[in-house]
């Protein structure tokens, strides 16, 4: 019995002499910080949709999207480079948690705001959490030429999502976004108001500064007025400073929600690929 | 045997104490990278700190993604670029203040840290500057000095080569208090 408890002490006086080792120490101490995980995605876009990532406080940002015609339109339109929709937009982080934006599309001249908010961060160490999710709301108005004007209301698109995305590792991160869309005006009685979709991206980084991302949207429920195909779109992201340049190959024209989810016409497996590109600069 | 016993009991107690320990989870670490560009500053207050009072033993940890920067932009850029915070969580320091035995207390005095920095993943020796003050129950460091980024293998990339200073000046002050 006493040899026992005489090997019971001995072995923890000598583990305790052990830790003795004051890196070791601080090692423990250090395990007992928990900490929230940043950058899951480089830029506040996946591709066409919104990623996880916000501006943070007090930040603008001045994004300038491009997405030319089709590559299949061939040598007369210069694989489409003739012929481009633009968005350009203001973004700002009123908080670390929630961002704001207004941008305005050539295409069907689409006036868009929306806002973006978190609310779980992934995080590791003590009190991990496994995944973030945030909240993504935006209002959309298409404005028409002065002989066609028609009520605001009638012009008006709402988008909500939520965004669940995970930083996998350093290199690999993957992201879910359950949509629904609202549609004020429709073209027929048939048609619904409500379109769900559901979204899936992941990036890839290839280096510190250069990722690729792919995303796509399933819908549930399509346009009956429109033969609509499901976007998917791959881009490159390349970061130089304040600046990430966005390199995107999608069978979508646009860059607002309701309309690369729920109005894309293009069959990227058959060449309707448009080339297109973001270019951000925040100050 | 009761004797041995008893002494080991003492020997225990005496280790679990620590009472030859003074330690900080507070401890403040700032940098400095200063160019004709911009300046780039951060701050860490969450530095772990250790000095075995018996023979001048210290060790420092810190989490590389607790630097705080005003921008966080750079901040991002900092974690996921340069340090690269995810594969090189914490850097580290383990050394032995010299002269420490001889420091008289409430006065501050100058002498120097020797041992080891672990950063980026890559081990220096490296010789530290300090200004020590031994207080009844506290011990305070503070001081500065310059690390190449080149030491530790941070590239940084031409295009903001510009921006950033191949030598960044590192400053840092720690109150320890008794650890138990």
Redo the contacts between chains.
Sequence with gaps: M?NI??RT??F??FT??QS?D??A???N??EK?T?IV??TFKGTRIANGHSIENR??K?LEFIIGHRFERLNSGTYNLFGLDFSNIRFSLEYGIT?DLMVGLGRSSFQKLYDGFLKYKLLRQKTGDQSFPFSVSAFASVVSRDYPEFDKRPLTETLFYTSQLLIARKC??SLSLQITPTYIYRNTIASFEESHGFFALGVGGRVKLS??VAVNGEYFYNFNKLSSLATKNPIAFGIDI????HVFQLILSNAITMVEKSFITETTGNFLKGDIHFGFNISR?F | MRKFFSILLFVYFISLNGQDKVFTRKGNIKFFSETIVEDIKAENNAVLSIINTSNGEMAIAMQMNQFVFPKKLMQEHFNENYIESEKYPKSTFKGIIAGFSKVKKYKATETYVEGTMTIHGVARDICIPTTLTKKDGSITMSGKFIIKLKDYQIKIPRIVIKNIAEEIEVSYNFIHLPHN
Excluded at chain 1, 239 to 242: A, F, M, P, V
């Design positions: 006493k408890l005489l002490f001995l923890f006086t305790n002499l003795q004051l890196l120490i601080l090692d101490e250090l910080t900490h940043s950058a943070k406080a930040e670390d590792s350093s510190n500064r970061e130089t400073g304040g925040t």
